[in-house]
């Protein structure tokens, strides 16, 4: 068992992304030494096995299995008990993550090929609820009016509620009240809430805590059977990624999520899929790479709707496959094409103002940012000024963010009277 252990933590590990020196100083160690733990030239020990917990997110499992090795691979997987104490914890009170973002973001990368290799043995189930399980169908809806919430008015309001959907659906799994085709369900609800809470941590500028929920979001969705759930989870976890980490380990989040539901997923979800990956290349610099995807994305949605799109993907249409293509062109140095791609979305009637204020205002932040790098300054602050009025009620430390970015930047430029009164008035 030993010699798989160590394997396993080696694969963990490069998953991760964590080049040696980093990892080694987050768990503690020299990398001289870990590297001889992993080779077999040293004992592995407790203490290195928890280390290696801590920094990768990993939910204990090789803690366990050095402990009992007669586990085998039951110690290293995805288990219900691993996975439901893990939830469970993430209700208690008081948990705050400090690990520095690089370390949030491998934590991801390694929670999301765990995700992955635990579907591996999972058999693909049915979701539907059976009849009469009204309790269920109203947390369906909650979750649903939530996403909603999210869009409007932000992450601020949202997280608390998000996280009281999650604390009773964990505790419905634990009640033993449901049993049968129900139980995966539950787990899949488990998973949207997860992941909501996680895109609200996000979204107020909480990444520890927000990994901590993609995680449970995968684990749940790994539970339950549900790919499609766990990809879902995933394409917003690479978000996190590439705004706060090395992009490239967005794109690995996004390649597995893609992996996954290759076979299942309709042509809406591959849509998303695709922008998203685009949008993650775009920061590598990948330029051939981004028009690619976005080709993907644009010829999946050309095939229309189906009627098993999955619910959660209301907001995937031209439009926003639009605004995600101007953010891509904007983030590969091409603002004129930036602007184009933003005009396309409003052209395929993109009702951000009132659908979308929290997302709106960050494009119209990054469209002013495409005016200014233009010269065109009166557009500039006319979009800024657009942006500022999609903030009016929204909160969302995020998308206040990329408009102090753009503060910030026009402040250059105060010798232009439309500038100076804006960041006088704003």
Not at 151 to 160: A, I, K, M, S, T
């Amino acid at each position: 068992m030993s010699d798989r252990l160590r394997e396993e933590m080696r694969q963990e590990r490069r998953a991760s992304g964590l080049v040696w020196a980093r990892f080694a100083r987050a768990a503690g160690f020299s990398a001289t030494y870990l590297r001889n733990i992993e080779n077999g030239n040293r004992a592995l020990t407790p203490e290195v096995a928890e280390a290696y917990d801590g920094v990768l997110s990993t939910g204990g499992r090789f803690t366990r299995a050095l402990r009992d090795p007669a586990a085998g691979t039951r110690a290293l997987s995805w288990d219900r008990p691993e996975s439901m104490a893990m939830l469970t914890g993430l209700m208690k009170r008081g948990h705050v993550d400090r690990r520095e973002l690089l370390t949030v973001t491998a934590a991801l990368s390694a929670s999301a090929s765990s995700w992955a290799r635990a579907l591996e043995s999972v058999p693909h189930r049915p979701l539907d609820l059976p009849g009469g399980a009204d309790l269920l169908a109203h947390i369906g809806d909650r979750l649903d009016h939530l996403r909603h919430l999210d869009d409007e008015l932000g992450g601020g309001d949202v997280l608390p509620l998000a996280r009281g959907e999650l604390a009773l659906i964990i505790r419905l799994i634990g009640s033993d009240r449901y049993q049968g085709t129900t139980v995966p369900r539950l787990h899949a609800m488990a998973s949207e809430a997860a992941r909501q809470v996680g895109w609200a941590a996000f979204d107020q500028g909480k990444p520890g805590l927000a990994a901590r929920y993609f995680d449970g979001a995968l684990r749940a969705s790994a539970e339950a059977g549900d790919p499609v759930g766990g990809a879902y989870a995933a394409s917003f976890a690479a978000i996190q990624c590439y705004s706060t980490g090395p992009p490239e380990r967005a794109v690995h989040l996004l390649d597995l999520a893609r992996e996954q539901v290759r076979w299942r997923a309709t042509p809406r979800m591959h849509a998303m899929l695709a922008a998203r990956t685009a949008r993650a290349l775009s920061t590598t610099g990948a330029r051939k790479e981004c028009a690619h995807q976005l080709h993907l994305a644009r010829t999946a949605l050309d095939k229309g709707p189906r009627e098993d799109d999955p619910e959660v993907l209301y907001w995937v249409d031209h439009g926003e496959i639009e605004m995600i293509a101007g953010s891509t062109a904007l983030s590969l140095g091409d603002p004129a094409e930036a602007l184009r791609r933003f005009e396309a979305a409003r052209a395929a009637d993109y009702p951000g103002d009132t659908a979308f204020p929290r997302s709106h205002a960050i494009y119209l932040a990054r469209a002013s940012e495409a005016h200014l790098a233009l010269r065109d300054l009166d557009a500039a602050v006319a979009t800024a000024r657009h942006a500022a009025r999609c903030l009016g009620s929204v909160d969302s430390a995020r998308s206040a963010s990329e408009l102090a970015g753009l503060r910030a930047r026009l402040r250059a430029h105060t010798a232009h009277t439309a500038v100076r009164e804006f960041l006088q008035t704003e």
